[in-house]
Antibody, heavy 117, light 108 residues
Framework: QVQLQESGPGLVKPSQTLSLTCTVS??????????WSWIRQHPEKGLEWIGY???????YYNPSLKSRVTISIDTSKNQFSLKMSSVTAADTAVYYC?????????WGQGTLVTVSS | DIQMTQSPSTLSASVGDRVTITCRAS??????LAWYQQKAGKAPKLLIY???SLESGVPSRFSGSGSGTEFSLTISSLQPDDFATYYC??????????FGQGTKLEIK
């Protein structure tokens, strides 16, 4: 059974960089469909796809966030990561990591990131 | 980008009812559509992919249909565990993934 777990700071100051890591267990990052995504959900709102990374390292980002987002992968640690720069209060959300590049069959439990000074 | 619009936003129903949620895409997404169920404080759960394919382990009372721009999710006989929020999501290759705004299924 594939499991994903997000980790990282729960509080980030405005204008700083949000950094999260997703650790995958029960499966390899380089197996199967091998696309891995980040998705966020603003409080009491819907879902927004941020982008994905392929195990080869290739990426595809949501154009609405592309200028601020970097997703990377470390297959030796079975982890992939999200960096989002120049954050504002509008980036306060629950951030999920998930398996897949189009539909998403395994998800982490989510981690709340609050942007506040 | 492709906008996804779900209706209704809220649906009140009783155990045993048959319910249908509709999702409309602003452009043709062919059959590249998925449905998710989300309960409070939990991650979404994949129910349906490619418009009508049932994800492994999902009860057969869930079904999906449609293509192009009009899609629906039907629950044939509501169970207590089904009261949750449902989201559609398109994954047309030439556009970024996008989700509908959600439909909250409440107990009547």
């Amino acid at each position: 059974q594939v499991q994903l777990q997000e980790s990282g700071p729960g509080l980030v100051k405005p204008s700083q960089t949000l950094s999260l890591t997703c650790t995958v267990s029960g499966g390899s990052l380089s197996s199967g469909a091998s696309y891995w995504s980040w998705i966020r959900q603003h409080p009491e709102k819907g879902l927004e796809w941020i982008g994905y990374v392929h195990y080869s390292g290739s990426t595809y980002y949501n154009p609405s966030l592309k200028s601020r987002v970097t997703i990377s992968i470390d297959t030796s640690k079975n982890q992939f990561s999200l960096k989002m720069s120049s954050v504002t209060a509008a980036d306060t959300a629950v951030y999920y990591c998930a398996r897949g590049g189009n539909n998403f069959d395994y998800w982490g439990q989510g981690t709340l990131v609050t942007v506040s000074s | 980008d492709i906008q996804m619009t779900q209706s209704p936003s809220t649906l009140s129903a009783s155990v045993g009812d048959r319910v249908t949620i509709t999702c409309r895409a602003s452009q043709n997404v062919y059959s590249w559509l998925a449905w998710y169920q989300q309960k409070a404080g939990k991650a979404p759960k994949l129910l349906i992919y490619k418009a009508s394919s049932l994800e492994s382990g999902v009860p057969s009372r869930f079904s999906g249909s449609g293509s192009g721009t009009e899609f629906s999710l039907t629950i044939s006989s509501l169970q207590p565990d089904d009261f949750a929020t449902y989201y559609c999501q398109q994954y047309n290759t030439y556009y970024p993934n996008s989700f509908g705004q959600g439909t909250k299924l409440e107990i009547k």
